[in-house]
C-alpha cells in the first residue's frame, strides 16, 4: 500500500480562502493577512472562490476568465508564500510521522481488522495546517490539513480518510470506520484507552450501540474481518 503526499497550489488557495474555522489559532495572523491580500487582487475572483454570488454576470464565460490571472499573481505575493512555507513544513511533519507508525498501523489493519489493501495506492492532497480539512474525494484520493489535537494525529486520520475507500456512506460503516482509526487506532499508539470518543458528534448514538459488540470483534475470532462483522450489525437491524 502506497500513499503520496502533494500540495497543490490552487487548492490551497481556494481552500484556505474558504475557510473560516482554525485548528490552531496561531496561524488566524498569516492566514487573514493572505485573504487581505487576495481580495486587493481582485474582489471578483475571491468571491467567486468562497462562492459569493455578488451578481450573475461573475459567472459568465468571459468573466471567469480572469481566475488564471488571479491564480498567478496571489502565488507570486509574499502572503501565499509565508503559507506555502507553513504547509509544506507540515507536509515533511506528516510523512515522518506516517513513515514511523506505517509498518504498525499497516499490520494492525491487515490482519486485525482485515482490510485488502494488497497493492492499492492513495493521494493525499495537503492543505494549510492551521485550519480543518479533512475530505475523501474518491479514485483513492484525499484531501487532509488540521494542526494535531493529539499525538499521531495525522497519522490516524489519514488511514481515517483511506478507510473510506473500502466502505459505504451510511452511518453505521462511518461509525465503524471511525472505531478503526479514530477510537482503536488511537488508543493504540497513543497507549490510551476509550470511550471518550473523539471524531463525529453525529455519530456518538449509533458508536454507543455498537460499542460492546465492537470490543467483542477485536477479541473474537468470530468474524473473519470488519466486513463480516459490519454485515453481522446490519443483520441485528443497525444501519
Not at 494488497?118 to 484531501?143: A, Q, R, V
Request: charge should be negative; aromatic fraction near 16%; proline fraction near 3%.
Amino acid at each position: 500500500m502506497k500513499l503520496s503526499l502533494h500540495i497543490n497550489n490552487n487548492l490551497l488557495i481556494a481552500h484556505t480562502l474558504q475557510s473560516n474555522k482554525f485548528s490552531d489559532s496561531a496561524y488566524e495572523k498569516d492566514v487573514d493577512a493572505f485573504k487581505d491580500k487576495a481580495w486587493e487582487i481582485s474582489q471578483p475572483a475571491y468571491n467567486v472562490i468562497v462562492g459569493r454570488s455578488l451578481h450573475p454576470n461573475q459567472y459568465d464565460s468571459k468573466q471567469l476568465l480572469y481566475l488564471s490571472s488571479f491564480f498567478e499573481r496571489i502565488q507570486e505575493s509574499d502572503e501565499f508564500n509565508v503559507l506555502l512555507r507553513q504547509t509544506e513544513n507540515y507536509k515533511t511533519l506528516c510523512k515522518t510521522e506516517w513513515e514511523a507508525n506505517y509498518e504498525y498501523c499497516y499490520k494492525y489493519l491487515t490482519q486485525k481488522i482485515g482490510i485488502p489493501f494488497k497493492d492499492d495506492s492513495f493521494t493525499c492532497y495537503i492543505t494549510h495546517p492551521g485550519l480543518c480539512h479533512g475530505k475523501s474525494i474518491g479514485n483513492n484520493e484525499f484531501m487532509f490539513g488540521h494542526a494535531a489535537d493529539w499525538p499521531n494525529y495525522s497519522t490516524v486520520y489519514f488511514w481515517h480518510e483511506i478507510l473510506h475507500s473500502y466502505f459505504g456512506e451510511s452511518d453505521l460503516e462511518h461509525a465503524l470506520i471511525e472505531f478503526i482509526t479514530d477510537e482503536e487506532m488511537r488508543a493504540r499508539l497513543n497507549n490510551i484507552s476509550y470511550p471518550d470518543y473523539v471524531g463525529h458528534k453525529n455519530l456518538t448514538e449509533i458508536k454507543d450501540k455498537i460499542l460492546g459488540k465492537w470490543k467483542k470483534f477485536l477479541k473474537s475470532d468470530k468474524w473473519s474481518n470488519v466486513f463480516e462483522f459490519r454485515d453481522y450489525l446490519l443483520s441485528k437491524g443497525l444501519k
